[in-house]
């Protein structure tokens, strides 16, 4: 039976499985919510203090960035639609199921994989695109705007659903590695929200070294036209997140495969 299982069949039962669990259609409402939500909180409340900024701000003004800003939040739900989609199965004891049916573990992996990586591209890439589009729209009349028909402001918008894709990828990583909810999202917020804290307490020569290696810092760098001059540019953002990323998965599908369910 096990001989006739395919990654089609196998990704075909984990989409039933992911589609089926509360906790994700309440992840990806969660991650609209505050995309959007903030867009429009943040976008208005720049709006309303314009007259009253800075000329040297007003130079400086990303409004690709600031639209986007929700994104900044967003990307804990989508951590934790990433981590929750293997732990889950962990807690309950279901993951023994699922290698019973489909021995090899490593086709199990890359069908969660590809389910959990094309559901939240689609879902990110509309919610970015929505929170821009309401962003340029509350600006209009007063305060710069940006168009999609530039190319460095449609790259930053896409690269803005990658973001956020990759993080739900490394929650699920981190989950495979650490196999508990708690630890998993434990570790995930460290890195995104406690490392740039201890950082700032680091002397300044140390914070311009370390910030740019920071996630979050490599997700500003993705969704920014034109990236600050101490920080990464948006390739090697990119890159660099990438790595991060397949450093842990690959770590978690290695250890899936040498340790017990």
């Not at 600031?66 to 990433?82: E, K, N």
Request: net charge positive.
């Amino acid at each position: 039976m096990s001989d006739r299982v395919t990654l089609a069949s196998t990704t075909r039962a984990e989409w039933i499985k992911f589609r089926s669990v509360r906790s994700t259609l309440t992840g990806y409402l969660v991650t609209v919510v505050l995309t959007i939500g903030l867009a429009a909180l943040i976008t208005s409340a720049i709006r309303t203090h314009w007259t009253s900024t800075t000329e040297l701000r007003r130079i400086t003004f990303d409004p690709v960035s600031s639209s986007l800003g929700g994104t900044l939040f967003a990307q804990f739900a989508v951590g934790v639609i990433g981590i929750l989609f293997i732990t889950s199965e962990y807690a309950s004891g279901s993951i023994r199921t699922t290698f019973a049916a489909t021995p090899r573990r490593g086709t199990v992996m890359v069908a969660k994989l590809l389910v959990l990586s094309a559901t939240t591209l689609v879902m990110a890439e509309v919610v970015v695109l929505a929170a821009f589009l309401l962003g340029q729209r509350i600006y209009q009349g007063v305060v710069p705007t940006a168009s999609l028909g530039d190319g460095a402001v449609l790259r930053a918008v896409l690269l803005g659903g990658v973001y956020l894709t990759l993080l739900a990828i490394l929650g699920f990583g981190l989950g495979l590695i650490l196999r508990s909810q708690s630890a998993a999202i434990s570790v995930f917020t460290s890195l995104l929200l406690v490392l740039p804290i201890i950082v700032i307490i680091l002397p300044t020569s140390w914070q311009n070294t370390i910030t740019k290696w920071e996630p979050s810092a490599l997700g500003r760098a993705m969704m920014s036209p034109t990236p600050a001059l101490d920080t990464f540019g948006w390739a090697t953002g990119t890159l660099v997140l990438c790595l991060y990323v397949a450093a842990v998965v690959v770590t978690g599908i290695v250890l899936v495969n040498r340790r017990d369910a």
